[in-house]
């Protein structure tokens, strides 16, 4: 006997809506931020009116100009703008030239700090979570307390977490590449 594969039911797990998480809430230290969006609610609402919920569970904190694996630590440019504006805007970026790696930012204005998404229920590694949300450019700057199309709600959920170095980023040296700046929820 052999089975499908079937994509995992991960909406019906926190099917009823909660509130949604404001700006105020991504307006802090990313290294608050971070670990508080693991067991949070990740919601896509798809052009076709399908709403998906997913539970957050791997995300990364990247810490500003001095951060030497943070996009900013090259300074302001148009790829990091976004991560300059106060937090609660989406920050998009392609790799591979194939996957949108979906980043929260976070902090105020000017001070550049954003959280990596690197796993959903159902969906390990940021490259399988932006495809199966289809993301696109067209995310980038959006703010999340009002965007119709991607949100962050509450969540009954507080699962125990663990906290690892970050993956990677071997070529921001030893100072940076050994900060315990990821958090997984542990299954």
Request: with cysteine; proline share 5%.
């Amino acid at each position: 006997m052999t089975s499908k594969h079937r994509e995992p039911e991960n909406f019906l797990r926190n099917p009823v809506e909660q509130p949604r998480l404001g700006d105020e809430f991504f307006q802090r230290d990313v290294l608050q931020v971070a670990p508080e969006l693991v067991g949070k609610v990740l919601v896509r609402s798809f052009p076709t009116g399908e709403v998906r919920r997913f539970i957050i569970h791997e995300v990364e904190a990247y810490r500003g100009e001095e951060d030497l694996a943070c996009h900013a630590s090259k300074g302001r440019t148009s790829r990091t703008e976004v991560m300059y504006c106060e937090g609660g805007r989406i920050y998009v970026y392609l790799i591979y030239g194939m996957y949108w790696m979906l980043n929260f930012v976070t902090s105020e204005k000017d001070v550049p700090q954003a959280v990596l998404l690197r796993g959903i229920e159902g969906f390990n590694g940021p490259g399988k979570l932006s495809r199966a949300l289809k993301l696109d450019k067209s995310f980038y700057g959006e703010q999340l307390s009002v965007s119709a199309r991607l949100w962050i709600e509450e969540s009954t959920e507080r699962p125990s977490i663990i906290c690892t170095t970050r993956i990677g980023i071997d070529y921001a040296g030893p100072k940076w590449s050994g900060k315990l700046w990821r958090w997984v929820a542990k299954v």
